[in-house]
């Protein structure tokens, strides 16, 4: 599932705009005093609300992403699938060995003496 351009897009420019508040805020281009924004109960009120008000926005976002990927009926990613591969091959190797133990147990035939060299 790929995002579409309008959406990469859109996160660009918001983060952009991001970028040129922060830059402002550094620079002090529209910075206020602290004093004036803690002494001034209605600045401090709205400054509070509109944190929380993003954070809340930001946090739907998230969980709205995350639930649908979660919820989304895509198949098994490729490393996934090859993980299970191994996983039944481990299976068919131990069930092997167990085998030829099992024989081994039952019909413990000596082995031939091996040549001797000159």
Known sequence: MRPSRVILIGWGV?????????????????????????????????????????????AVFIGIYASARILSPS????????MLQMRSEMRELTAAVQRLQSNSAEDPEPDPPAPERP
């Open 14 to 58: 918001l983060i952009a705009a991001l970028l040129v508040v922060e830059l402002a805020e550094i620079t002090h281009l529209f910075t206020l005093p602290i004093q004036s924004a803690i002494g001034d109960p209605l600045a401090f009120v709205f400054a509070l609300v509109f944190t929380t008000i993003l954070a809340l926005v930001g």
């Open 75 to 82: 198949g098994f990613t490729p490393f996934e699938e090859e």
